[in-house]
């Protein structure tokens, strides 16, 4: 199995800047997409920015110039450098991980969360 761990959360004043960090172990094959997605209260959980293994990034919009995500393929992990950072940007950010395992079984496993929270 796999599992997720988020780090790197907090509480940040409107402007400034949180690196989120994703930790993904277990019976790994590989990893195809890594990726970061939101959850504000009472909205849907939204993407945020996502990354292919060959290191392309997709960015919704409303972060696009001001969130980077990169990933350490060696290290399982992928990381969301937030800058510029808006009070609507306050969430619970979930990683997600889609791939194989060593079994040849495909994956799609989402970590706890971690809470962002930006004031103004």
């Known amino acids: 199995q796999v599992q997720l761990v988020e780090s790197g959360g907090g509480l940040v004043q409107a402007g400034g800047s949180l690196r989120l960090s994703c930790a993904a172990s277990?019976?790994?094959?590989?990893?195809?997409?890594m990726g970061w997605y939101r959850q504000a209260p009472g909205q849907q959980r939204e993407l945020v920015a996502t990354?292919?293994?060959?290191?392309?990034?997709n960015y919704a919009d409303s972060v696009k110039g001001r969130f980077t995500i990169s990933r350490d393929n060696a290290k399982n992990m992928v990381y969301l450098q937030m800058n510029r950072l808006k009070p609507e940007d306050t969430a619970v950010y979930y990683c997600?991980?889609?791939?194989?395992?060593?079994?040849?079984?495909?994956?799609?496993?989402w970590g706890q969360g971690t809470q962002v929270t930006v004031s103004s």
């Open positions: 990354i292919t293994r060959d290191g392309t990034p």
């Open positions: 997600n991980a889609q791939g194989l395992l060593s079994n040849f079984n495909a994956f799609n496993r």
């Open positions: 277990g019976t790994i094959r590989f990893i195809n997409v």
